[in-house]
């Protein structure tokens, strides 16, 4: 089944279109997961390079305060520093718990291990605030070397190891992320070559559809430009046709049954003349008048089956034929054979109508062309066709050159046509000719049935 042209169209360019919208919108989904885990990678990194910063800056701020409390020899300033390192404190925490929650699990023990030294480090400042005004005194150098100091440093290498870490967790998330962006391009190749190649087959496609329409629309327009040409010259060909019947039929009249009418006319003017003479010889005139009548009735009853033989209305298609065989044997000394079927006479009247011209129109050009020894005529009905085959052992005939036919070919398949049946013609030069006239047998009226009475 053709698929018709528009839809063949509408479905390429429409997939063309669908898979271009598709690798469009995957291109765009997907360099927005790329941009949105760029983005979250930064806003990472940000957070926890500022929840470091602040911790280092907590440590190292509260380290100076407890340095200048040991330091204070007025100890009027303790309830300042005392709030202050408190401060410090509650700051340092909350940045440990926010660095724990944006932490992945890959530095959960590394974020424990710092805000266990932090809290250590805390914990080692409490003593300071317990101490007298003498002991502040004899232990405030010791206790900032050998206590707080190398809590600071310790609190403050790990806070770098960990800023480290983050670092290279960032480097290998920007390769990771640098990736994803080679396998986004890798993407985005393949869709634009797969879009390419389909649009390359469509773009095929299309052109061979057209040119193929084109070649068909072109051999339609022969075609067309032919049978219109052909259906020209078999209306010329009618034309002539009719004249040269007309004038057939007129000489006929005028030369045959014209003559004999005369002489008729003659015959009775001499009966006329011969009311008084003897017996004998008027009955002989007599005699000779009414044979030129039976001969002129034949030439008209003659001149009547050629245009149309009463039979074929009266006795039926079968009978109209068996005569034209008949009439063709002894007009031209070639035998005809036939076997008929029934069914011929179920055929609607037009129908006999146009299988008797086909047969008289096959049997004169077997006469004019063929030079045959025998025609043969059958009829046969099989798988819903009625089939009528006329075939001849005369010269036979080459293909009409450039698709020309003569008129009575273009005649019988005019006819065939308007049946809505098929008309085949098969020779070679020297083998002989064979016609097959096939149509429906849907056509054929029921046969009737005989009813017991």
Known sequence: MRLPSWLVLTLAFGSLLALLLVSGLASIRRSRQVYARLLELNDAYRRNEDCLHRIRSGVSESSLYVRDYLLDPTYLRDEYYRNALRQFRDSTSRQLDELQRISGPDHAGRVANLTGEVNAYWES?????????????????????????????????????????????????????????????TYAKRTLAVAELLGLIIAVVCIYRVLTLERRSEGERRRAEQAESELRDLSNQLVHAQEAERKSISRELHDEVGQMLTGLRM?????????????????????????????????????????????????????????????????????????????????????????????????????????????????????????????????????????????????????????????????????GASLTFEIPSSLLTPAPTAELT
């Not at 050998?146 to 670092?167: A, G, H, S, T, Y």
Request: aromatic share 4%; charged share 30%; with cysteine.
């Open 125 to 185: 400042l409490n003593p300071v605030f317990e101490w007298t005004p003498v002991k502040k005194r004899a232990m405030s150098y010791i206790f900032l070397r050998n206590r707080v100091m190398p809590r600071r440093e310790i609190v403050l290498r790990l806070v770098d190891r960990v800023e480290q870490i983050n670092k290279f967790d960032l480097e290998r998330q920007k390769q990771d992320i640098a990736e994803s962006e080679q396998d986004f391009k």
């Open 267 to 431: 015959d009775l003017r001499a009966l006329g003349r011969l009311h008084d003479a003897p017996l004998e010889r008027f009955q002989a005139r007599l005699d000779q008048t009414k044979e030129l009548l039976d001969r002129t009735l034949s030439a008209v009853r003659d001149i009547a089956m050629g245009l149309r033989p009463s039979m074929l209305d009266d006795l039926g298609l079968i009978p109209a034929l068996e005569w034209q065989a008949r009439d063709f044997s002894r007009r031209f000394d070639i035998p005809v054979t036939l076997d008929l079927d029934p069914c011929l006479d179920r055929l609607p009247d037009h129908h006999r109508t146009n299988v008797f011209r086909i047969v008289q129109e096959a049997l004169t050009n077997c006469a004019r062309h063929a030079h045959a020894s025998h025609v043969s005529i059958s009829v046969s009905e099989s798988a819903g066709l009625i089939r009528l085959i006329i075939a001849d052992d005369g010269a036979g005939m080459a293909p009409p050159a450039g698709g020309s036919r003569s008129l009575g070919l273009l005649g019988m398949q005019e006819r065939a046509r308007e049946l809505g049946g098929r008309l085949t013609i098969r020779s070679a030069p020297g083998r």
